[in-house]
C-alpha cells in the first residue's frame, strides 16, 4: 500500500475466522468479516492507512463476504464496500444467498 501511495485497499478472500478492528505495528488499521464457524475460507478486510483511519465513522462487518467502512474525507462522507462474492463453481444456494 505504501509503496503505491494507497490509503484504503479492499482484500477478499482472508480466510481468518471472527471479525473485528485489528491495529498494525506499520500503523495500519484491518478491519475484518470473517467466517464465525472456524472455518479457514472466505472472508474480506479494508486496510487503511493511519491517515484513512483517523477520520473513520463506522464500519460494519455485513457478512463473512461484505465488510462496509464509512469515512469522513476532505469533500464528502466516502463509503467504502469490499465483496467477495461466490465463484462460478459454488452452489446455486450460496450464490442465491450472497448478501
Known amino acids: 500500500m505504501d509503496r503505491y501511495r494507497m490509503d484504503v485497499n479492499g482484500i477478499s478472500e482472508t480466510r481468518w475466522t471472527g471479525s473485528g478492528m485489528m491495529k498494525e505495528r506499520s500503523g495500519h488499521t484491518v478491519l475484518y468479516s470473517r467466517r464465525k ?33 464509512r469515512i469522513n474525507s476532505k469533500y464528502t462522507k466516502l463509503t467504502v464496500i469490499t465483496c467477495y462474492p461466490s465463484i462460478e463453481g459454488a452452489e446455486e444456494a450460496m450464490k442465491d444467498t450472497f448478501l
Do not use: C, F, T
Open 37 to 69: 464457524d472456524n472455518q479457514h475460507a472466505e472472508g474480506v478486510a479494508i486496510i487503511m492507512s493511519r491517515k484513512a483511519a483517523k477520520p473513520l465513522l463506522e464500519w460494519k462487518p455485513l457478512s463473512d463476504r461484505v465488510i462496509m467502512a
